[in-house]
């Protein structure tokens, strides 16, 4: 996933979100250290949590448990 731009967030749950259109991989980097990747995140979804006012919200309403996912790393 290199030249994925990541953008800060205000959570309390997570630091920075990104999204990759080639493979429609949105990635999460967690307070926690550990990072995420969801597959198969339509655009759509990904505008709409990047502009959420709450993206912890929106993470648990829309994205957790609804796509599939791998840990990318965790902490160090």
């Known amino acids: 996933m290199s030249g994925v731009t990541l953008h800060p967030v205000?959570?309390?749950?997570?630091?920075?979100?990104?999204?990759?259109?080639?493979?429609?991989?949105?990635?999460?980097?967690?307070?926690?250290?550990?990072?995420?990747d969801y597959a198969?995140?339509?655009?759509?979804?990904?505008?709409?949590?990047?502009?959420?006012?709450s993206q912890g919200s929106f993470f648990?309403?829309?994205i957790d448990q609804y796509y599939s996912y791998r840990q990318v790393k965790g902490p160090r």
């Open 10 to 36: 205000d959570s309390s749950m997570m630091s920075h979100i990104g999204y990759d259109q080639g493979s429609k991989t949105l990635t999460i980097l967690f307070n926690s250290g550990k990072r995420y």
């Open 40 to 53: 198969a995140v339509p655009q759509e979804v990904y505008d709409r949590f990047l502009a959420s006012s």
């Open 60 to 62: 648990r309403n829309e």
